[in-house]
């Protein structure tokens, strides 16, 4: 797994003004959690959001780096203005090289698959995450799922990921990843018979007999 190493220097500022104070400032504040312990603490905005862009939706093993030590951890969180697009909260969660870790992995679905290109079928997606327990270095950045040989009505469960050895899947082995189902055709109604125009009948009067 990719380590980066960051920056970080314990956090005095607290609450929503300590926060907004911050960020004009050009920091982003964050939390450091270890069990039920939690430390305030804050990063340059440019540095941390350069990290977050460029590792979104990959597990990563951070080094953060204080003045006088530096702990590893991975993104447990963070938070995006909704509006601006602005990184504005970040939490980590403190890891030990020889403790295992629970973490949830981002799916990734890869190729095209058969029941889709040769049958026109649809794939759907199914988990979009999955939960694993192992050493830290053992954590994969994604799970990589392979659609290509699925056919129609097939379907890639849990069961079927093959991690490797020290990986342990948390996650129900009977959910879904993905699954290929076929297009239902829509029967066409019967064309509509155009009701028979009845002509109206059309009763001549002459004119009366002129009385003699």
């Known amino acids: 797994m990719e380590k980066v190493t960051l920056g970080v220097e314990k956090r005095e500022k607290s609450g929503k003004g300590g926060a907004r104070s911050l ?6 504040p964050a939390i450091l959690y270890k069990g039920g312990n939690s430390l305030p603490v804050q990063l340059s905005r440019k540095e941390l959001s350069r990290f977050i862009s460029k590792t979104a939706g990959e597990r990563v093993i951070v080094n953060l780096q204080f003045p006088d030590d530096t702990k590893q951890a991975i993104v447990k969180d963070y938070q ?15 890891i030990s090289a020889t403790e295992a870790i629970r973490v949830m992995v981002h799916v990734v679905i890869k190729g095209e698959a058969i029941g889709v290109k ?62 290929v ?30 009385e003699k």
């Open 118 to 179: 040769r049958d026109k079928g649809i794939l759907q997606h199914g988990l979009r995450e999955i939960e694993i327990e192992c050493l830290p270095d053992k954590i994969p950045g994604h799970v990589d799922v392979d659609v290509t040989n699925m056919g129609l009505g097939q379907s890639i469960h849990v069961s079927d990921l093959k991690l490797g050895e020290g990986i342990k899947v948390l996650t129900d082995p009977d959910e879904v990843l993905a699954t």
């Open 80 to 94: 995006v203005d909704p509006v601006m697009g602005n990184l504005l909260h970040v939490d980590f969660q403190e």
């Open 23 to 28: 960020r004009r400032s050009g920091v982003i």
């Open 181 to 210: 189902i076929a297009v239902k055709e829509e029967v066409a109604a019967p064309a509509a018979v155009p009701a028979e125009t009845v002509e109206p009948e059309v009763i001549k009067k002459g004119k009366k007999e002129e």
